[in-house]
């Protein structure tokens, strides 16, 4: 999988898979989480994502505000800047798609029962596509998602559906989104996470679809102020072997 098609393809998993949104301990994870920022709440979500591929590397900072509209419903964009850089030296840089996202609470947790939100998220065509920084057409994405705390250990299980635009090209299909993910508190201030996570992958004419692996841990520096880290495996050829995330977020 390579070319443009190849290349849009990343930018897409990149996207619904790689772009977490959500508060402590949710990154970095790309299980979606069943917490919203709450009336007036902001935050802001900073993270680089690296892919080594056969043919090329890949380096994705990503910019993710949110704000919380009311109790249950909370607003965040997220804004990728996309560096592909090919096997020959070939350079490609600029904003990639950003997703435009609404997150609503269903159902608070309560004893016996998980916390439920519904998520949709539109994906623009901002980014360019002869250059292979989007994928030239919308995508739109619902994603259910759920929570519940069971002691020191945060259980979180999400599934998605997102309808592709296939910008005239019959060879891309639909997609299913799927988490599941363990947030375990060390301390108060120190988490490690583990996940699986996958989706279908958009080319219809590849056998294999993204399925990974995550380990990683989330510091809380301060009041205001989580650092995190994780390392990522993949369980077949659909993306990189390893790829690797660093990120912040900011309370204000």
Request: net charge negative; charged share 20%.
């Amino acid at each position: 999988m390579r070319g443009k098609h190849g290349i849009a393809a990343v930018l897409f998993i990149a996207a619904f898979i790689f772009c977490p949104a959500g508060g402590f301990a949710y990154r970095p994870f790309s299980t979606e989480d069943a917490g919203v920022a709450g009336a007036g709440g902001a935050q802001l979500e900073m993270s680089w994502d690296y892919l080594d591929w056969d043919g090329g590397r890949e380096n994705m900072p990503l910019l993710v505000p949110v704000y919380g509209v009311t109790r249950r419903l909370e607003l965040s964009a997220e804004i990728p800047y996309m560096l592909h850089e090919h096997e020959g030296g070939e350079r490609m840089s600029g904003i990639g798609d950003i997703n435009l996202v609404g997150k609503f609470l269903v159902l608070e947790e309560k004893t016996g029962r998980p916390s439920l939100v519904l998520k949709s998220a539109v994906k623009t065509k901002s980014g360019d596509e002869v250059k292979g920084l989007g994928s030239g057409d919308m995508d739109y994405n619902i994603t259910a998602a759920a929570s519940k705390a069971l002691g020191a250990v945060t259980l979180h299980g999400m599934f998605g559906y997102t309808f592709v635009g296939d910008n005239g090209d019959d060879s891309v299909s639909n997609i299913s989104l799927y988490g599941l993910a363990a947030d375990y508190s060390v301390t108060a201030k120190f988490h490690l996470a583990a996940e699986i996570s996958g989706s279908k992958h958009p080319e219809k004419a590849l056998l294999e679809d993204p399925l990974f692996a995550l380990l990683g841990l989330a510091r809380q520096i301060s009041d205001d102020l989580i650092l995190d880290a994780g390392l990522r495996y993949s369980f077949n050829k659909a993306m990189p072997k390893w790829s690797t995330t660093i990120g912040a977020s900011i309370t204000f």
